[in-house]
Antibody, heavy 121, light 110 residues
């Protein structure tokens, strides 16, 4: 069965960095688009970043562009999110999600359980 | 990348129907047939309920249906059941390979 397991969350100070990982199993990882979506405490969902199956491009929300980097290692079935210059407003649960079909459709059919990132001084 | 507009809450009694709206612009909802809907129970990950405006993934009850008119997409849940009580989010493709979610709607089954 499809499984997505995020790791790497924690409590960090503003201005510092953190890297999230998402280990995928139960499907052919290298053939699927992947995304990161976050949810602030008591808030709604926010799309953060997406990457095609081959890692040939990276797409970002304006709120994280220039600070976050999405990447993938298809040999390790793992998705990453490098987060630099973290701000208090980046505090959220970060979900990795599998995209199905053409990337433009933005259909996220499987989600991980999320990793909590808290940015606080 | 402004969030799509959803009502903060809707409610209905068991067996009734409710509709949740999702309003965007011609640059997102109105410009593409790439609207998805997600259900989220408290403390859980979101679950895909509708894709491509109207498509229902395998395993999703046919009580759930989607539609779109102009810049507004809608999710209709008929024959409400207690387990439908959850938060619902719409999501649309926007320009240049970005996606935007709605603010979310809390559905209460009375």
């Amino acid at each position: 069965q499809v499984q997505l397991v995020e790791s790497g969350g924690g409590v960090v100070q503003p201005g510092t960095s953190l890297r999230l990982s998402c280990a995928a199993s139960g499907f052919t990882f290298r053939t699927y688009v992947m995304h990161w979506v976050r949810q602030g405490p008591g808030k709604g969902l926010e799309w953060v970043a997406g990457i095609p199956y081959d890692g040939s491009n990276e797409y970002y929300a304006d709120s994280v562009k220039g600070r976050f980097t999405i990447s993938r290692d298809n040999s390790k079935n793992t998705l990453y999110l490098q987060m630099n210059s973290l701000r208090t407003e980046d505090t959220a649960v970060y979900y990795c999600a599998r995209g199905t079909g053409a990337m433009v459709r933005g259909v996220l059919d499987y989600w991980g359980q999320g990793a909590l990132v808290t940015v606080s001084s | 990348q402004s969030a799509l507009t959803q009502p903060r809450s809707v409610s209905g009694s068991p067996g009734q129907s409710v509709t949740i709206s999702c309003t965007g612009t011609s640059s997102d909802v109105g410009g593409y047939n790439y609207v998805s809907w997600y259900q989220q129970h408290p403390g859980k990950a979101p679950k895909l309920m509708i894709s491509d405006v109207t498509k229902r993934p395998s395993g999703v009850p046919d009580r759930f249906s989607g539609s779109k008119s102009g810049n507004t997409a809608s999710l209709t849940i008929s024959g409400l059941q207690a387990e439908d009580e959850a938060d619902y989010y719409c999501c649309s493709y926007a320009v240049s390979y970005t996606w935007v979610f709605g603010g979310g709607t809390k559905l209460t089954v009375l």
